[in-house]
């Protein structure tokens, strides 16, 4: 009977512990980790009031820079696609207005007639006159327009068309009074030479890795987009908000990386800035919360 009881004994301590490590381990799974991370989303309001519109036109740019890549019609496109998916106004389809011509026919003097508006849904619009009757609309006169635009310092004297409220007024009563979508856009080559830090990765005689910052000489080629947002009221033709943006984007100079390629990869970072000024954008994050 001794042997057997002794069994018994030792038999018992190991039965208890089992229970309280299962006993542990349940309470472990059923606590989680110390940590979890919740979905945020931040609004951000709008940078204008757009409830008096229906409609917006994206009109034009006076665009300058490369010729790999054709920024007013490129601008133009991407902008009215995003405005489909992403506000609340209807976007008018119409003819993409070429603006530099605009703008030195202004210059000109020109006598205004119907040949530089722009066309779409059935109409086409004639350059405006302003109210002193003689036909003849707000010109930019005494500017000397450069006839490449090659940096900003070209782009200044076009950015008088944008006041002339009296030819935005009348494209705005041929498209029922929108909000018209207009600015500059400078998309230009970018080349560049220097030191810079990157992390090179090494292994050492047992096989662990380390990451060390590295400064070695560069040269690199990129572009640079400058675009220039005018939001303009076409029920007045008076600028109602404009905002301008830069963004970068360099290569090692042995990447052959398409122009078309770097300006949408660009003008994607850019393209929530620009929504944000029409309608209330939402910021998707997470935070990180400690038990």
Same mark, same amino acid.
Request: proline share 7%.
């Given at each position: 009977?001794?042997?057997?009881?002794?069994?018994?004994?030792?038999?018992l301590?190991?039965?208890?512990l089992?229970?309280?490590?299962?006993?542990?381990?349940?309470?472990?799974?059923?606590?989680?980790?110390?940590?979890?991370?919740?979905?945020?989303?931040?609004p951000?309001?709008?940078?204008?009031?757009?409830?008096?519109?229906?409609?917006?036109?994206?009109?034009?740019?006076?665009?300058?820079?490369?010729?790999?890549?054709?920024?007013?019609?490129e601008?133009?496109?991407?902008?009215?696609?995003?405005?489909?998916?992403?506000?609340?106004?209807?976007?008018?389809?119409?003819?993409?207005?070429?603006?530099?011509?605009?703008?030195?026919?202004q210059?000109?003097?020109?006598?205004?007639?119907?040949?530089?508006?722009?066309?779409?849904?059935?109409?086409?619009?004639?350059r405006?006159?302003?109210?002193?009757?003689?036909?003849?609309?707000?010109?930019?006169?005494?500017?000397?327009l450069?006839?490449?635009?090659?940096?900003?310092?070209?782009?200044?004297?076009?950015?008088?068309?944008?006041a002339?409220?009296?030819?935005?007024?009348?494209?705005?009563?041929?498209?029922?009074?929108?909000?018209?979508?207009?600015?500059?856009?400078?998309?230009?080559?970018?080349?560049?030479? *220097? =030191?810079?830090? !990157?992390?090179?990765?090494? /292994?050492?005689?047992?096989?662990?890795?380390?990451? #060390?910052p590295?400064?070695? %000489?560069?040269?690199?080629? *990129? =572009?640079?987009? !400058?675009p220039?947002?005018? /939001?303009i009221?076409?029920?007045?033709?008076?600028? #109602?908000?404009?905002?301008? %943006?830069?963004?970068?984007?360099?290569?090692?100079?042995?990447?052959?990386?398409?122009?078309?390629?770097?300006?949408?990869?660009?003008?994607d970072?850019?393209?929530?800035?620009?929504?944000?000024?029409?309608?209330?954008?939402?910021i998707?994050?997470?935070?990180?919360?400690?038990?």
């Amino acid at each position: 009977m001794i042997g057997p009881h002794r069994k018994t004994s030792r038999a018992l301590p190991r039965f208890v512990l089992a229970c309280i490590a299962a006993t542990l381990a349940a309470l472990v799974a059923a606590c989680g980790t110390d940590y979890f991370e919740i979905p945020i989303e931040t609004p951000i309001q709008p940078k204008l009031d757009v409830s008096p519109f229906q409609r917006v036109l994206v009109i034009g740019f006076v665009a300058g820079g490369t010729d790999d890549v054709d920024a007013n019609q490129e601008t133009v496109r991407l902008l009215r696609s995003q405005l489909r998916t992403k506000s609340s106004l209807k976007v008018i389809d119409a003819d993409i207005l070429p603006l530099i011509e605009v703008a030195r026919d202004q210059s000109q003097q020109a006598p205004a007639d119907d040949s530089n508006g722009p066309r779409g849904e059935g109409s086409a619009p004639p350059r405006p006159a302003n109210g002193n009757g003689n036909g003849v609309g707000e010109r930019i006169q005494g500017v000397s327009l450069p006839s490449n635009i090659k940096d900003e310092k070209d782009l200044e004297p076009y950015e008088r068309l944008f006041a002339n409220t009296a030819y935005w007024k009348r494209i705005g009563e041929e498209f029922q009074n929108p909000l018209i979508v207009t600015g500059t856009v400078l998309f230009t080559n970018r080349s560049t030479s *220097g =030191f810079v830090q !990157r992390d090179q990765e090494t /292994f050492d005689s047992l096989g662990r890795r380390r990451v #060390m910052p590295m400064r070695t %000489y560069m040269e690199r080629k *990129g =572009f640079i987009l !400058r675009p220039k947002f005018v /939001f303009i009221d076409g029920r007045t033709g008076a600028t #109602m908000y404009s905002e301008s %943006y830069r963004e970068e984007i360099l290569y090692n100079a042995q990447q052959n990386t398409p122009a078309l390629s770097s300006y949408f990869e660009l003008m994607d970072r850019l393209v929530p800035n620009f929504l944000s000024a029409l309608s209330s954008q939402k910021i998707r994050g997470t935070r990180v919360l400690l038990k």
